[in-house]
């Protein structure tokens, strides 16, 4: 699979943000994450001391899809348990344009889609970013 380019989000880091589930529907592929801000983006606050950055509750979104490949369900992964007694499934390992569309890799596998290129949506600050993509 040849990379075409790394796609990022104005204002967040995507590879410190914590998957907390994922879904996929006949027309999208959606990962509930924590998204980790950057401390340029308005809302950003000096994280708790247990924290190691500013979380907020996001979800990355591929509408439109048309094809999936390479994703293991959320019962073939083993979640991990953090020192406060939550779940979740570490941080997103990287995300990237690819010839047909996008990949992204975390503890689900390396996901290749046909799709209209993700968005990232934060409900709590009502906020919806579209990516950057960087060749």
Same mark, same amino acid.
């Given at each position: 699979?040849?990379?075409l380019?790394?796609?990022h989000?104005?204002?967040?880091?995507?590879?410190?943000?914590?998957?907390?589930?994922?879904?996929?529907?006949?027309?999208?592929?959606?990962?509930?994450?924590?998204?980790?801000?950057?401390?340029?983006?308005?809302?950003?606050?000096t994280?708790?001391?247990?924290?190691?950055?500013c979380?907020v509750?996001?979800?990355?979104?591929?509408?439109?899809?048309?094809a999936?490949?390479?994703?293991?369900s959320?019962?073939?992964?083993?979640?991990?348990?953090?020192?406060?007694? @939550?779940? &979740?499934?570490?941080? *997103?390992?990287?995300l990237?344009?690819? =010839?047909?569309?996008? /990949? %992204?890799?975390?503890?689900?596998?390396?996901?290749?889609? @046909?799709s &209209?290129?993700?968005? *990232?949506?934060?409900?709590?600050?009502? =906020?919806?970013?579209? /990516? %950057?993509?960087?060749?």
């Amino acid at each position: 699979m040849k990379k075409l380019g790394e796609i990022h989000f104005e204002q967040v880091d995507m590879t410190d943000s914590i998957v907390l589930g994922w879904d996929c529907t006949a027309r999208a592929f959606r990962i509930r994450l924590d998204v980790s801000l950057l401390a340029e983006h308005p809302k950003y606050d000096t994280p708790p001391r247990q924290h190691r950055s500013c979380f907020v509750s996001g979800e990355l979104v591929f509408d439109k899809l048309t094809a999936v490949s390479g994703l293991h369900s959320m019962d073939e992964v083993s979640p991990t348990t953090d020192a406060d007694g @939550s779940i &979740d499934y570490d941080t *997103l390992h990287g995300l990237w344009k690819v =010839e047909g569309g996008f /990949c %992204v890799e975390g503890e689900f596998g390396e996901v290749r889609l @046909s799709s &209209d290129p993700p968005i *990232l949506r934060i409900s709590s600050l009502d =906020e919806i970013f579209h /990516c %950057v993509i960087n060749d």
